[in-house]
């Protein structure tokens, strides 16, 4: 084959993540896309990144690697279409833009210098039009103009347990953080000793949050406003499913919950995500700016949850105000007063709304439809060019 030709229905992916977040389990459900369109595709990692071998991910060639520089040695001959979930730069990121077809996709809002690793990239793709938005803003302009968004993959892990709901270890350790090691070696002999929690829902409203605890969510920005309110709502219960990264963000939320610390539980992250959905009556979500999509919202909605979330991007481009979730003004503008409003509404009637029943809404983020995206969106890249894609 000609070096300079470009070889159909072939993609690289590389995800040198070490934790498993919501990039990765994008990747996951990216590769089943492609693999459903007709894709080869293979998926450099990082071989310390043990979760990839839990994944749903029969047909995807897994390459484990120690650095990225070892792709180099690992690259193919041909003309190859390379799509990055975590930014490659220096020599790899040269080799493939010489020889090869070089993507990425942003799976966060481009803010202060984090863009700077995708300015030399030839193509990106986003996950919505809040982060094109971003992308805009920072001046960087070489990406596809449609959003991709996501797809709910409830069912990415290969045996979800359905066993009862019980608390696990919520504490993914900084290693680089000489009191996150000490707790990490610390913390399992303090669990070993508790009693099992198991969960049972407490009589009221039940507000969820299915997250990993991060500075990018904001939570403790946003309780530090409503907590206060919540805290006039007793019958509305606050449950966490999720891991806290590192010792610190875990600290701030639990300061800004301190008001209504008997209203809230943390339980760690789950495996049976269906069972975590429905034993809430709405999902929660962070603050929106530096969310890129919200794939939680996207499970929530498929399971039958309704959502809350503030007003703005990216939240209103997933959710139906009225249909599958209710959208309140960004309490940093109005001091939580239209969350107050909502908030009694809601404690004070049992009937929510059903997602289910929004099916066109749904439907545009179904995994048929997200595979016809990605497929038309790669497809274009080999093609050089970008043809229209219906919103």
């Not at 990406?143 to 270890?169: C, E, F, I, Q």
């Not at 969820?208 to 509305?236: C, H, M, N």
């Not at 049992?350 to 179904?366: C, D, G, R, V």
């Amino acid at each position: 084959m000609p070096a300079n030709s470009t070889p159909q229905k072939i993609c690289y992916q590389i995800n040198f993540s070490e934790v498993l977040g919501g990039a990765e389990i994008y990747t996951a459900f990216f590769s089943k896309a492609l693999l459903a369109k007709g894709w080869k595709t293979v998926l450099y990692v990082n071989k310390n990144a043990a979760f990839w071998h839990d994944m749903d991910l029969a047909g995807v060639e897994l390459i484990p690697l120690a650095r990225k520089e070892e792709i180099l040695a690992a690259l193919p001959e041909q003309r190859s279409l390379f799509v990055t979930h975590t930014p490659v730069s220096g020599a790899v990121a040269n080799r493939l833009r010489q020889n090869h077809l070089l993507a990425g996709i942003i799976h966060h809002p481009i803010y202060g210098g984090n863009g700077e690793p995708y300015r030399a990239y030839p193509l990106l793709f986003a996950v919505s039009r809040h982060v094109i938005g971003t992308l805009d803003a920072a001046n960087i302009k070489q990406y596809y103009p449609h959003p991709l968004y996501g797809v709910a993959d409830l069912d990415r892990l290969k045996n979800p347990d359905d066993s009862p709901l019980t608390a696990t270890p919520m504490y993914e350790w900084d290693k680089r953080k000489l009191r996150d090691r000490l707790l990490g070696i610390a913390y399992p002999i303090f669990r070993a000793v508790k009693p099992t929690r198991h969960f049972v829902r407490r009589e009221g409203l039940t507000l969820g949050f299915v997250s990993r605890i991060a500075p990018a969510k904001q939570f403790p920005e946003l309780f530090e406003i409503l907590a206060p309110i919540l805290r006039k709502f007793p019958q509305a219960h606050l449950e966490f499913f999720g891991s806290g990264v590192g010792y610190s963000p875990v600290k701030k939320l639990k300061k800004s919950l301190a008001p209504i610390r008997r209203q809230v539980r943390f339980w760690g992250p789950q495996t049976n995500l269906r069972k975590v959905y429905r034993s809430m009556d709405f999902l929660m979500a962070g603050l929106p700016e530096r969310e890129a999509m919200g794939l939680n919202i996207l499970e929530a909605q498929l399971c039958g949850t309704p959502v809350l979330a503030v007003n703005a991007p990216p939240f209103n481009e997933i959710i139906k105000d009225g249909g599958t979730g209710f959208l309140y003004t960004d309490p940093r503008r109005d001091g939580g007063k239209d969350f107050e409003a909502l908030l009694g509404r809601l404690v004070a009637s049992p009937a929510f709304l059903n997602p289910l029943t929004e099916m066109q809404h749904l439907a545009f983020f179904s995994f048929d439809a997200f595979a016809e995206r990605v497929d038309r969106a790669l497809s274009s890249s080999l093609h050089g060019n970008a043809p229209e894609i219906e919103p």
